[in-house]
């Protein structure tokens, strides 16, 4: 039999013998919505949460916080129905501003701006990125009850309404992604980030959980603080295609959009596997290791411990992250990552370094990428020359009725053991 797996903006495919017994671990098909501009039309008039778009009429200034080239957001059809009824309700195309919320990762230039918003969006509307680390573009707002400082960005606060876009997807420890998180994280300073992404060590930040997340919870503190008035987000398949669109108050779009979303990537799994061939779902879930490691962290879910998993992830940018990259140097084992990170402060970027440890201190992996195979092995990632080498090698050490299993779009799949309550 042949597989194929998304890898970067295209697949890889790999041979297996036919007499294998092997398990395609996609979640039930969930079709696209046939007229994705009319379901966006359709959550716009229809609001959750009491709200009307028609009520911020006479607004002076609305900031809409979009997100970055890391996350599929389907801006094309996300942001014109929302516009053109901003409009209608009396908005000047001047009064309206968007801020690309890029959270700790780099400020995007202006040229990339393109990768992410219609034509049509950038010649009407100014287009700002945020910038974490400039103390100077950012206001304070206190504190949340897990003492999380609340450092926002200023040009969204001084606005008179606050919109946020994105999309309702799993999340490694927040749980679910969505809601005020675009503002709340992808527009926070970096004090803010570090602090609430501290908290992924606690048992509750996990995968698919929501309302007893810490993290997540904390989330929503900071939005409430920030005080969103308005999301607009997508439910997606695994082919990146709306399926659902929510809008209206943050909160309420997140309770009815969170059930949707578990139709959606939820997947059951009687048994761990013995091997498991990965990908985080190709472009722009694996633009960099730093996105793709969470395709690894769904995976290993459902991995058996002292199995194989082969991970393929493109990442055409590298390693998404200098302080990771940095902190990585001179680092020989799984257990030297965790020792070392458990006794320092905590750091976004090497908390990459942690999970992936994490993930991997139990079960043999192989990276397959576009990185250089040195650069891989720097970050404690063995490389394997191509998919089916990797392949052949992994299947030559199985034993007999051994488990195994293709996970095509980890990222934006919520694996579990049937054992375990989820």
Wanted: hydrophobic share 40%; proline share 7%; with cysteine.
């Amino acid at each position: 039999m042949q597989i194929q797996i998304p890898y970067g903006r295209s697949t890889l495919t790999a041979s297996l013998a036919d007499d294998l017994q092997v398990d395609f671990l996609d979640p039930a098909e969930s079709s696209a919505a046939p007229d994705p501009l009319g379901v966006v039309s359709l959550a716009l008039d229809s609001p959750l949460g009491e709200i009307q778009l028609s009520s911020f009429g006479g607004a002076k200034s609305i900031a809409i916080a979009v997100n970055d080239k890391t996350r599929p957001v389907p801006h094309q059809y996300l942001l014109p129905p929302l516009l053109e009824r901003l409009e209608a309700a009396g908005i000047a195309p001047d009064a309206v501003h968007f801020i690309v919320a890029v959270g700790l990762h780099g400020p995007m230039a202006v040229e990339e701006f393109s990768s992410i918003l219609p034509e049509a969006v950038l010649k009407r509307y100014r287009v700002i990125s945020h910038n974490a680390r400039d103390a100077s573009q950012l206001v304070y707002l206190g504190e949340t009850s897990h003492r999380t400082p609340v450092w926002v960005n200023k040009h969204f606060m001084q606005a008179e309404v606050r919109i946020v876009i994105g999309n309702i997807e799993p999340h490694q420890y927040v749980g679910f992604s969505g809601g005020v998180k675009t503002a709340a994280i992808g527009l926070g300073g970096a004090d803010t980030i570090q602090r609430n992404h501290s908290m992924l060590t606690l048992p509750g930040s996990r995968l698919g959980e929501y309302e007893t997340n810490p993290a997540r919870q904390d989330v929503e503190e900071i939005g409430l603080k920030i005080g969103v008035h308005f999301a607009v987000n997508a439910i997606l398949n695994q082919q990146k295609q709306i399926v659902q669109v929510l809008a209206g108050n943050p909160q309420a779009v997140m309770r009815a959009g969170i059930p949707l979303s578990r139709q959606v990537c939820q997947l059951a799994v009687p048994e761990p596997y013995d091997l498991l061939i990965v990908s985080p779902g190709g472009h722009p879930k694996d633009i960099n290791l730093y996105q793709a490691q969470k395709g690894l962290a769904h995976a290993a879910l459902v991995m058996r411990p002292g199995g194989t998993m082969i991970l393929a992830a493109a990442c055409p940018e590298g390693i998404g992250s200098q302080g990771y990259e940095t902190w990585m140097q001179g680092m020989t084992s799984n257990e030297q990552v965790l020792e070392r990170f458990s006794r320092e402060a905590f750091q976004v970027g090497p908390h990459k370094a942690y999970l992936i440890a994490r993930d991997t201190a139990n079960i043999h992996l192989v990276f397959i990428s576009d990185l250089d195979p040195g650069k891989a092995r720097s970050m404690l990632l063995a490389p394997g020359e191509n998919l089916q080498k990797a392949v052949d090698l992994a299947l030559a050490g199985l034993p007999k009725g051994s488990r195994i299993g293709i996970l095509s779009h980890a990222a934006s799949t919520i694996p579990y053991l049937q054992s375990r309550v989820q």
